[in-house]
């Protein structure tokens, strides 16, 4: 059980860390950590399902300004998935559980990694105007440092403390009440969408919208095949507008 907790936590803190030093390779996102706590379970490919679900549901999520942070999907995918393969219940409890415990999460990094680091920078600034480099470069590495250590310690505690207590949660609560969580998180997904949708949605991309849902509907086309179709109309219009720029260059060099 230890050495389970132990390997979540480290793959949440490396995932963590991800855009601070390996150039945002995006190994901090929910598919890819679910994926990764999966093969610590000998279950991968439930792993990945658990993950792309939670991918679905924050793909929405956007923090604007530095003091709106969004939720932390990345160590909430890597305790939810654990949770879920620890315990063999079914990913909607999860997918239902999963915002609150990113919230939760964000809140733990309100509180630790992100106060520390702005006293870092600070110092670092101070040290950059007395032209002091050697402080500036253990500031540096010490704020990477806690962008490791706390989201690893909260996620090693969450597993040890928080992974036996949603066992028992799943034995002692009703029936009804997990089948209505069940219902809901099956709109978390939608929810995920249409949050995605208030930032791209406009009259010129509305028809494609329509025919997706249209291909699903009424055709019953799986979402690999809408991403399919997808892609080979993305290359029509692209296509399409190379081509009409192109004529209106030439049109202007007749001029």
């Known amino acids: 059980m230890?050495?389970?907790?132990?390997?979540?936590?480290?793959?949440?803190?490396?995932?963590?860390i991800d855009n601070?030093?390996?150039?945002?390779?995006?190994?901090?996102?929910?598919?890819?950590?679910?994926?990764?706590?999966?093969?610590?379970?000998?279950?991968?490919?439930?792993?990945?399902?658990?993950?792309?679900?939670?991918?679905?549901?924050s793909m929405?999520?956007?923090?604007?300004g530095a003091h709106s942070g969004m939720p932390e999907i990345t160590l909430g995918s890597a305790l939810?998935?654990?949770?879920?393969?620890?315990?063999?219940?079914?990913?909607?409890?999860?997918?239902?559980?999963?915002?609150p415990i990113s919230t939760f999460a964000?809140?733990?990094?309100?509180?630790?990694?992100?106060?520390?680091?702005?006293?870092?920078?600070?110092?670092?600034?101070?040290?950059?105007?007395?032209?002091n480099t050697r402080t500036m470069e253990i500031c540096q590495w010490m704020g990477l440092f806690n962008y490791f250590f706390f989201p690893f310690l909260v996620v090693l505690l969450g597993m040890l403390v928080g992974a036996p207590l949603f066992e028992y949660l799943i034995k002692v609560i009703p029936a009804f009440i997990t089948d209505g969580i069940k219902v809901a998180s099956n709109m978390l997904p939608a929810l995920g969408f249409a949050l995605l949708m208030q930032l791209t949605y406009n009259k010129e991309l509305a028809p494609y919208l329509f025919i997706g849902f249209v291909f699903v509907a009424f055709l019953g086309m799986s979402n690999v095949g809408v991403a399919i179709v997808g892609a080979i109309l993305a290359v029509l219009v692209f296509n399409s507008s190379n081509h009409a720029n192109k004529e209106v260059a030439v049109n202007d060099n007749e001029i």
């Open 20 to 57: 601070r030093i390996f150039g945002m390779t995006m190994i901090q996102r929910p598919l890819i950590v679910g994926t990764l706590v999966g093969f610590i379970y000998g279950n991968p490919v439930e792993g990945m399902i658990i993950g792309a679900q939670f991918e679905l549901l």
């Open 80 to 99: 939810c998935t654990g949770f879920v393969l620890g315990s063999g219940t079914g990913t909607e409890v999860a997918l239902a559980l999963a915002l």
């Open 106 to 131: 964000t809140t733990i990094g309100y509180l630790t990694w992100i106060p520390l680091n702005h006293l870092l920078s600070e110092r670092a600034k101070r040290a950059a105007e007395d032209g």
């Open 60 to 64: 929405g999520l956007v923090g604007i």
């Open 2 to 16: 230890f050495m389970k907790a132990f390997l979540v936590a480290l793959i949440a803190g490396i995932c963590k």
